[in-house]
């Protein structure tokens, strides 16, 4: 018989309540100092910081896991690592359900394609200087996993939620101790490489007044922003929230007994298969949208049901509780041997990302050169979000394509940047091939890249 008093009823209640409280305690904070404002770094980000260092700390002077304790039902690391692994998949989820918007021309098609490849670039270039400092860890740092440098594209191009996904598959399968915490870790420092990085370059913006005078207007929205005609109504029989929460669920649910038969299929694959939520929840949510779509053409469904501006919210609660959490579970006190090899990492990653991406948005998008790099520069060291506060500092009204690019680029990357998670499960088989692999892949997505130019130079020789 369970007891409401006990703590495995309250347990994932209070960890949740903890991580929402300590999101409204980091606004605060950032409201209350202006350095913090200024820093850009996002309120999920701090948020997480505020309970590591709470947890840490205590732990040193008590010797206590504060998660660990009946409060959190004796699991709260545990609890954050699921909730970070399934955010990931419903946000990507609540993303896909977003309307796609207008038909775009032959230019802006080619500006978002490369938009695209630019993104699986910068996880290549990550994934070779990551796997090539680990594979010279390897001769300094007795029994080091020399696979861990492939963690930096993870952490830092796709966030928090893919770091810990890989770093629990290296943990479980091949025996990488710590293998969670050196993935958030990395994950951590991408967003502080987002917010140092993005801070230093605007100032160097506005000493040479290249940034905008005004300011972003927090008005009120437009109706059509937050509903369409032919939409249901905000308020019926079932809230039309309620509705969005459903479609999410539902999708994901779809995306699990997709996971659920290809394990069955490739049992040897079944952490990887599950390790790729993400990508299944979106072809779940396409596939959802194509059958909704479809019964409005018969006729059967007579209104719209997916309404983008709820579905934006749904999708930025799940990423900034996957933030939160994701760096709350970090324990430094696995990671004592491998601080040097991190903070190297998390160093040249930013530097590299950097200036890859500066020389990108100078060649291919000299039109809004600027606004795309910030945008990239976020999006590619911290998470969209990210790209977004840093967009918004130079671009308040997203005038320039940028803020578009990053929307739609998500299926030319995801369609080139698969071959890359495959690599990511041989590299702790075979480093150094990968890493060959890794480099040559590079170069085909340059050349993709930047086409136009070597072919027009090639024509004209």
């Not at 599950?274 to 929840?281: E, S, T, V, W």
């Not at 903070?343 to 530097?351: E, H, K, R, T």
């Amino acid at each position: 018989m369970q007891n409401f008093w006990d703590s495995n009823v309250w347990g994932l209640f209070n960890i949740v309540a903890v991580l929402l409280v300590s999101l409204l305690a980091a606004n605060a904070l950032k409201r209350a100092f202006r350095f913090l404002e200024a820093s850009l770094i996002p309120t999920s980000v701090l948020a997480g910081a505020l309970l590591l260092l709470l947890s840490e700390g205590i732990r040193i002077c008590s010797g206590v896991d504060i998660f660990e304790t009946d409060f959190f039902n004796g699991s709260g690391v545990e609890t954050m690592e699921l909730l970070t692994y399934h955010m990931l998949g419903l946000g990507f989820v609540a993303s896909t359900f977003k309307g796609a918007g207008g038909k775009l021309g032959k230019k802006r098609t080619g500006e978002i394609f490369d938009t695209g490849v630019t993104t699986v670039s910068s996880y290549l270039i990550q994934g070779v200087l990551g796997l090539s400092i680990t594979l010279l860890a390897v001769l300094v740092i007795k029994d080091f996993f020399p696979a861990a440098g492939v963690l930096l594209p993870f952490g830092y191009g796709q966030g928090t939620g893919q770091a810990m996904n890989y770093g629990n598959i290296y943990e479980t399968e091949y025996g990488f101790a710590g293998g969670k915490s050196f993935g958030l870790t990395i994950a951590a420092l991408g967003f502080l490489s987002a917010s140092i990085g993005g801070v230093i370059h605007l100032n160097l913006l506005r000493r040479r007044g290249k940034l905008p005078g005004g300011k972003l207007q927090e008005g009120g929205l437009r109706s059509e922003q937050v509903q369409q005609a032919n939409e249901i109504p905000m308020m019926d029989s079932i809230d039309k929230m309620t509705v969005q929460v459903a479609l999410v669920f539902a999708a994901y649910l779809l995306a699990y007994l997709f996971m659920l038969g290809l394990g069955a299929l490739l049992p040897g694959m079944k952490a990887v298969i599950y390790g790729f939520n993400f990508l299944l929840g979106v072809l779940a949510a396409s596939l959802v949208k194509l059958a909704l779509r479809l019964l409005k053409k018969a006729g059967v469904v007579k209104r719209d049901y997916v309404n983008s501006f709820l579905m934006t919210r749904v999708s930025n609660f799940c990423f900034d509780l996957m933030v939160v959490a994701g760096i709350a579970a970090i324990r430094l006190g696995v990671l004592e041997n491998y601080w040097g090899v991190i903070l190297i990492l998390g160093v040249l990653g930013a530097v590299l990302t950097y200036y890859y991406n500066l020389f990108v948005a100078k060649k291919l998008f000299p039109e809004y050169e600027q606004e795309q790099f910030l945008m990239m520069y976020g999006m590619l060291t911290g998470t969209a979000s990210t790209g977004t506060i840093l967009l918004r500092e130079i671009d308040p009204d997203f005038r320039t394509p940028a803020a578009d690019n990053m929307v739609y680029q998500n299926f030319p990357a995801i369609v080139f940047g698969f071959p890359m998670m495959l690599l990511a499960t041989l590299a702790p088989k075979r480093p150094v091939l990968t890493l060959g692999i890794l480099a040559l892949f590079f170069l085909g997505m340059n050349l993709i890249l930047f086409r136009r130019s070597i072919f027009k130079r090639r024509r004209k020789s």
